[in-house]
């Protein structure tokens, strides 16, 4: 594992039990109702990637899909398992060892995040791989176009900010038709919404 995912991974599991009474009730219905819309079966297989405690993997079952967690922190992989009682992966992004072809919809909410700007390519085109045809992936990406460590009380996150402009050309070269994109939160101007949105599905091989 690269030491910037071993630091990131060990601010998480200080901060778990924190983290996931401070983030369980966010509203990202959006997100997720993107990802069912632009799938290509009205109920699938969804994986969520970088589940955190397991927050969406119950909303999405409570909306009949089979889904499958994914994540690197171990004590996150414990409590969306408790949650959700479905599958639930533990392994890094770089790392990743995925079924080919299974998926559905990929569901990316605030995780990919954490990937270096270098490795991001590798990383999609393990998710177009996981996807079935027309497969759906979302992406909530913060914004920018920083990348390094964030200092916080608990230890440093490595973050990678991303603009529609600059992901874009990534989603294509990986074999991904962008669907449509939009900024969150909503109701406040754009340049103040640090959220990218892309909403992409999987080009079939020809």
Not at 131 to 149: Q, T
Not at 184 to 191: D, Q
């Amino acid at each position: 594992m690269e030491k910037h995912e071993q630091i990131t991974i060990a601010e998480y599991q200080l901060t778990a039990e924190s983290y996931r009474v401070g983030t369980w009730n966010h509203d990202v219905s959006q997100n997720r109702e993107a990802l069912i819309a632009a799938m290509p079966r009205e109920t699938g297989k969804i994986l969520d990637l970088g589940c955190g405690p397991g927050r969406d993997l119950v909303a999405f079952q409570a909306m009949g899909h089979e889904v499958t967690g994914l994540d690197a922190t171990p004590t996150f992989v414990e409590m969306a398992k408790q949650a959700a009682g479905c599958p639930v992966w533990e392994q890094s992004f770089l790392s990743l060892d995925l079924p080919a072809n299974h998926f559905d919809g990929i569901f990316a909410n605030a995780s990919l995040i954490h990937v270096p700007r270098a490795d991001m390519l590798r990383v999609l085109h393990a998710l177009h791989d996981a996807l079935c045809d027309r497969g759906a992936l979302v992406m909530s990406m913060v914004r920018g176009n920083h990348e390094g460590f964030s200092e916080r009380l608990t230890g440093y996150r490595y973050v990678c900010g991303w603009e529609y402009e600059t992901l874009v050309p990534k989603l294509l070269e990986a074999k991904f038709q962008i669907l449509k994109h939009y900024y969150r939160p909503t109701g406040i101007a754009i340049a103040n919404q640090s959220w990218l949105v892309l909403v992409a599905k999987k080009v079939p091989a020809e």
